[in-house]
């Protein structure tokens, strides 16, 4: 069975950081491409951050450029996410996801999230 499995999420107040981590289970993820995502209240889920699987390849949403810092470890089939000077309006659950770049079909695996707090 396949999943992805986030951790890292917690509450931090404005300014500070959190790393989050995806580790994938089941399979491997050879030529996958891998992003985060998040979803506030009441909003719809958006990119924050992608990563091929090279890592040659990066690309983040205008909002977290500068701030945000996405890597992988293919060896341990894990994804991370370095996040500094957090603002309250970063407050979201965050999801990873999986996405075949030989097929381009879009993300195919999703991780359940973990659930980031920014207090002013």
């Known amino acids: 069975q396949v999943r992805l499995v986030e951790s890292g999420g917690g509450l931090v107040q404005a300014g500070g950081s959190l790393r989050l981590s995806c580790v994938a289970f089941?399979?491997?993820?050879?030529?996958?491409?891998m992003g985060w995502f998040r979803q506030a209240p009441g909003k719809e889920r958006e990119f924050v951050a992608s990563?091929?699987?090279?890592?040659?390849?990066?690309y983040y949403a205008d909002s977290v450029k500068g701030r945000f810092t996405i890597s992988r470890d293919n060896a341990k089939n894990t994804l991370y996410l370095q996040m500094n000077s957090l603002k309250p309006e970063n407050t979201a659950v965050y999801y990873c996801?999986?996405?075949?770049?030989?097929?381009?079909?879009?993300?195919?695996?999703w991780g359940q999230g973990t659930q980031v707090t920014v207090t002013s």
């Open positions: 996801g999986a996405a075949d770049e030989l097929t381009g079909a879009g993300y195919d695996y």
């Open positions: 089941g399979r491997s993820f050879s030529n996958y491409a």
């Open positions: 990563m091929s699987w090279s890592g040659g390849n990066t």
